[in-house]
């Protein structure tokens, strides 16, 4: 059997919004109900040095309570990892799923239409089988640009690598 990890991408208190407030006890309860080998979750930590912050974007700066993880995950997570980036695939990120000889990633998360999209691609590039899982999934801009992410991911990534926390 394949060893597993979920990935879950920036729920942090910055990313709670209209949108999305539902997702962090959707993932809670995913996370109580199935077996992962590892629970992985990034948190987007804005600085100086950024791009985004370059771009004029000052939320969810390093060490504020918006760039930390929701309260529903605390204690749920194998490893945390910080990134400047919108993929989770920094070098620590691919030395742990490396390490921890994860064969099979399922990211949920924020945004389906930023960072979600950018680490399953860059997933996807590294060949390494993963998984989008929708529902458990948002975009802070609204349910039109989620979806629109979606199908981005269904037409690249495939139509069988999207699909519903139901169906695990």
């Not at 390093?62 to 990134?83: D, Q, R, Y």
Request: charged residues 20%.
């Amino acid at each position: 059997m394949k060893k597993t990890g979920l990935v879950i991408i920036d729920m942090q208190n910055g990313f709670i919004n209209a949108y999305t407030m539902h997702l962090p006890e959707q993932i809670k309860k995913f996370i109580m109900t199935h077996d992962f080998d590892s629970i992985i979750a990034t948190r987007y930590c804005n600085t100086p040095e950024t791009p985004c912050y370059q771009d004029g974007w000052t939320e969810c700066m390093n060490g504020t309570p918006a760039a930390e993880l929701v309260p529903e995950l605390s204690g749920l997570t194998t490893a945390i990892f910080e990134k400047h980036i919108y993929s989770a695939f920094t070098p620590e990120f691919s030395d742990f799923i490396l390490h921890k000889q994860l064969e099979k990633l399922y990211f949920c998360g924020v945004n389906t239409d930023c960072c979600v999209l950018a680490s399953v691609f860059s997933c996807y590039d590294k060949n390494q089988d993963c998984t989008v899982i929708a529902d458990l999934c948002a975009s802070t801009l609204g349910t039109r640009i989620h979806e629109n992410a979606l199908e981005i991911l269904r037409g690249n990534i495939t139509r069988e690598k999207v699909i519903l926390s139901g169906t695990i």
